[in-house]
């Protein structure tokens, strides 16, 4: 069970694909009469930007890429180096062009880190032509590239790897007497594999190298006894992977998406659905006061008062929080989104608020009506401040007939309630003053 001089490299840069056909889990830009093939047939590579998760293969697709073509490839990180070294590899690409007639490909890894002055250093260089331009990034390039480069550029997302490509590709790298374990002659307990998969979460490198370590302990394993069969079981991936870490970016694409399907699930009174997206961000280390925020907004927006108390819980959700923090805070942060998920819903506030703002923007700064206004001074009841006021306290049911808009919107109304919850108990309410009102102003 010894292991090749060649084999010192890591698991995973050793079972780098070499070829399209070898890379698994991304039917959706490869294969027969798929983009990159057309591409590859023409001999033509514009200027690509790979968007994917971790692990989906970004980089290895752009050196194959770079191999079909005769242009000198150049690997950049964005993490690692900046416009300096830019500068530096313009050189270089000028002089192959000058002298060997040859093109450059310039690969940048996790281009997302460039800000826009540094994305601006190579534009001009990628609008004419000078290298072709091949982005790596894991964030939304509508996002994280600058707009005149995303033009410029093709779009390939890559998917995060299936559960399927995962086991092809990790037991390939366990069989694999060249380039992989095979040597070891390892094999997987009853769901280790399955467990490995899920570990990996679509991630092909953590996976192949949560295998390799977990490789090494079975053969530290092996040494200290002879009894000891030669199989990777659950316990060893667990050592291996010590803690699953789930795809999260806070600032990222996927804080969005995650808060958006948490917001979702609870309008469309999911409590299943608002749990799961609830502590996969709290699981991925997402702010549960971030979390909070928004369950107060959710709570007028899409409930408002057609359950008045959801405001009240989502305000104790958040002041539960801070007295007690971590872990034990998680589960009040659960209760509230329980409780918001099985109200009653109404969005009658929030489309109030919208029709009241756009009111105000069209029609400007209208005159209070007099009777409204304050006459603290002598001068003002002069000139009719709260003349004609009616105290409504002084009146039967404290309702009294007089206006409350300015005369040019009088007739106007903006909240409509709806007949959810206790909203129905409020549009009943308004209906029975109104006609009363209606009765007292003939």
């Known amino acids: 069970m010894t292991t090749s001089p060649e084999q010192q490299q890591p698991l995973a840069e050793r079972m780098r694909p070499q070829s399209l056909q070898e890379i698994k889990g991304q039917d959706n830009i490869l294969g027969k009469g798929k983009l990159l093939d057309s591409m590859l047939d023409t001999g033509i590579l514009p200027s690509l930007i790979l968007w994917g998760p971790p692990g989906s293969g970004k980089t290895t697709l752009a050196r194959i890429l770079a191999r079909s073509t005769a242009a000198d490839f150049v690997y950049f990180s964005a993490v690692l180096s900046g416009v ?24 940048i890894d996790e281009i997302h880190r460039f800000n826009k002055s540094q994305q601006d250093a190579f534009l001009p260089h990628v609008e004419n032509g000078l290298f072709t331009l091949i982005g790596a990034t894991t964030e939304n390039p509508s996002f994280q590239i600058i707009a005149p480069l995303l033009s410029r550029c093709r779009v390939l997302t890559l998917n995060s790897l299936s559960p399927e490509a995962l086991a092809d ?24 594999l399955e467990l490995l998969i899920t570990l990996a979460d679509g991630d092909a490198r953590r996976g192949l190298n949560s295998l390799e370590i977990a490789a090494s302990l079975v053969r530290h394993r092996l040494k200290s006894t002879t009894d000891s069969p030669a199989i990777i079981n659950r316990e060893d991936i667990t050592e291996a992977c010590q803690q699953s870490t789930l795809r999260y970016d806070k600032s990222g694409e996927e804080h969005y998406n995650l808060i958006s399907a948490l917001h979702k699930s609870l309008r469309d009174s999911d409590p299943d659905g608002s749990l799961y997206w609830l502590y996969r961000m709290l699981e991925s280390g997402e702010d549960p006061l971030f979390i909070c925020r928004r369950l ?12 008045p108390q959801a405001l009240v819980h989502t305000i104790s959700c958040r002041d ?40 105000i923007r069209q029609t400007g700064s209208l005159p209070v009506p007099l009777h409204l206004r ?52 409020i549009k009943d309410r308004l209906q029975k003053w109104r006609i009363i009102l209606q009765k007292r102003k003939k």
Do not use: C, W
């Open 84 to 107: 300096k070294e830019v500068r530096k590899i313009v050189a270089h690409a000028e002089t192959l062009k000058n002298t060997e007639q040859r093109g450059t490909i310039f690969f």
């Open 296 to 307: 107060i907004r959710f709570a007028s927006e899409d409930i408002g008062l057609a359950d």
């Open 169 to 192: 590709i990790l037991t390939r790298a366990l069989e694999d007497r060249n380039s992989g374990l095979g040597l070891l002659e390892l094999s997987f307990a009853e769901n280790a």
């Open 374 to 425: 304050n006459a603290p001074t002598a001068l003002m009841k002069e000139m009719n401040y709260g003349k004609g006021y009616q105290y409504a306290h002084d009146s039967e049911q404290a309702l009294v007939a007089q206006d409350h808009l300015p005369e040019s919107l009088n007739k106007k109304r903006f909240y409509e309630p709806s007949t959810r919850g206790y909203e129905a108990t």
């Open 320 to 359: 539960a929080y801070h007295t007690i923090g971590l872990p034990e805070g998680k589960l009040a942060i659960a209760q509230a989104v329980v409780y918001l998920a099985t109200a009653a819903k109404s969005n009658s506030l929030y489309k109030t608020e919208k029709g009241v703002i756009k009111t």
